[in-house]
């Protein structure tokens, strides 16, 4: 029997992601967005999509949400859900999600609220705190295939140490972000989930932000390169 062609693996990639986003939160065709509007920034605000109070918790800073879970204004189910919601809208409106972990995310979080009614007091600073990691990070159980077709369906069998640190002080990871070809790009494109695009213009990528890091710089100089499409050898 032939081996998949990566087109194939790519597609069994997509549709893996795509089946796990909840029937419900699926942008209906009447409000979708056409391909040729490019901004899409406002949308969740304008749509009607998400009700006054997904928007409110989905719009806070981490130290509001924590704050108010800790004081049990909010649930840390509710923040998740509305936070998922709102992650799966971006997925459709933008591509940029490589791995979905709702339901886990969700269930985590029931345990988390359970706890505090329990225990009186939160697991940690973080407690309850959506979190959303570079697909770079390992989590357990999902793949980190960094744009690699040949890494895709090896899911990590442990945590990264971040990963390990934040969920220890409560935090709750519920998704992993697209990155650049072996992050060796400015813009996050492969051929495993394709290209990410811009909210406030959606016919471009996404921004780099700039920094003085050295890593960075020489990840500047990488990305001019490539745009004069010249390459170089680093010796070893």
């Keep these: 029997m032939s081996s998949p062609s990566w087109q194939d693996i790519a597609a069994a990639k997509q549709k893996e992601r795509k089946d796990k986003i909840p029937l419900v939160w699926r942008i209906p065709p009447c409000v979708l967005p056409h391909s040729k509007i490019p901004n899409v920034q406002d949308w969740?605000?304008?749509?009607?999509?998400?009700?006054?109070?997904?928007?409110?918790?989905?719009e806070s800073l981490a130290h509001e949400v924590v704050s108010k879970i800790a004081t049990r204004q909010w649930t840390s189910q509710e923040v998740m859900e509305a936070t998922c919601k709102r992650a799966a809208v971006a997925q459709q409106l933008l591509n940029c999600i490589t791995e979905i972990r709702f339901e886990r995310a969700i269930l985590r979080a029931k345990e988390l609220d359970a706890y505090l009614v329990r225990e009186g007091k939160v697991i940690g600073p973080l407690h309850g705190l959506p979190i959303s990691f570079?697909?770079?990070?390992?989590?357990?159980g999902v793949d980190t295939s960094v744009g690699y077709i040949s890494w895709c369906d090896r899911a990590a069998t442990e945590d990264s140490t971040l990963v390990t640190l934040l969920c220890n002080a409560g935090a709750i990871p519920y998704c992993k972000t697209n990155v650049p070809a072996t992050l060796m790009m400015g813009e996050s494109v492969h051929n495993v989930f394709g290209r990410t695009v811009n909210p406030r213009n959606r016919h471009l990528t996404t921004v780099v932000i700039r920094s003085t890091n050295p890593s960075h710089t020489l990840a500047r100089r990488r990305r001019?390169?490539?745009?004069?499409t010249l390459f170089w050898i680093r010796y070893t």
């Design 44 to 58: 969740p605000k304008t749509s009607g999509f998400f009700t006054e109070k997904e928007l409110e918790i989905t």
């Design 134 to 140: 570079k697909d770079q990070f390992n989590i357990k």
């Design 224 to 228: 001019k390169a490539a745009k004069e």
